[in-house]
């Protein structure tokens, strides 16, 4: 059997040699321009993100949300920490709040103008999932868990990623919004709600997984 692999890693390398492959003159094209043209946002990368290469994005998302479901499912067998570990001098809880109030308004204008410029959803979800952990470590654990329970941010959390796919599948299958005008607030088809639900999903789930380590290991 190894003879036929060899045989077969042969016979590629040899076609890579004889039959090399077929060049198209690119000098006057740009990738970039026709990204932009093809997707109706000005920010390419969320173009490609979101369109180009929405299936790899379409896993990531559900591979976030198994990471956060595992990490509760590996702890969930363990003691919760008796101490919990957070700042309680004054000018430590001061900057912690300032942190999380500049962190949460990035991460609103990276949510809703991600598609103008450099940011996007998962960027978005970053800088909100900071702003969380920047009040977690200044507040009470219970308080943190109550106002997650009494929003049903874990809800939220799982309509976000339904909705994204529903409206990825669409993308996909050619039902898709106008792209508008490039470099407008309303453009981009589909691309701006996917970085919304995005930039949702990713803080929610960033909540979720701070609660946990802070109930079982006490430590952010």
Request: charged share 10%; with cysteine.
């Amino acid at each position: 059997m190894k003879w036929i692999y060899v045989i077969a890693g042969v016979a590629l390398y040899i076609k890579m040699l004889v039959f090399p492959n077929p060049s198209t003159d690119m000098a006057e094209v740009s990738i970039v321009d026709v990204i932009v043209q093809d997707t109706g946002v000005s920010n390419a990368v969320s173009g490609i993100i979101f369109r180009n290469r929405l299936y790899d994005t379409i896993f990531e998302v559900v591979v976030f949300t198994l990471a956060i479901m595992g990490a509760r499912f590996l702890l969930a067998n363990e003691q919760p920490s008796c101490t919990i570990y957070q700042f309680t001098d004054h000018p430590s809880v001061v900057l912690a709040r300032l942190g999380a109030t500049i962190a949460a308004l990035v991460g609103i204008e990276l949510a809703i103008r991600g598609h103008l410029s450099p940011g996007g959803g998962f960027a978005a979800g970053v800088a909100g999932g900071t702003a969380i952990g920047l009040v977690a470590i200044t507040s009470s654990p219970k308080w943190m868990e109550d106002i997650y329970q009494r929003w049903g941010a874990a809800i939220w959390e799982k309509i976000a990623v339904l909705v994204f796919i529903v409206l990825a599948v669409l993308s996909l299958v050619g039902i898709a919004l106008p792209n508008g005008q490039v470099g407008t607030l309303v453009s981009g088809g589909w691309i701006p709600l996917l970085n919304i639900l995005v930039a949702v999903k990713v803080a929610l789930g960033s909540w979720a997984a701070i609660l946990t380590f802070i109930r079982y290991r006490g430590l952010l």
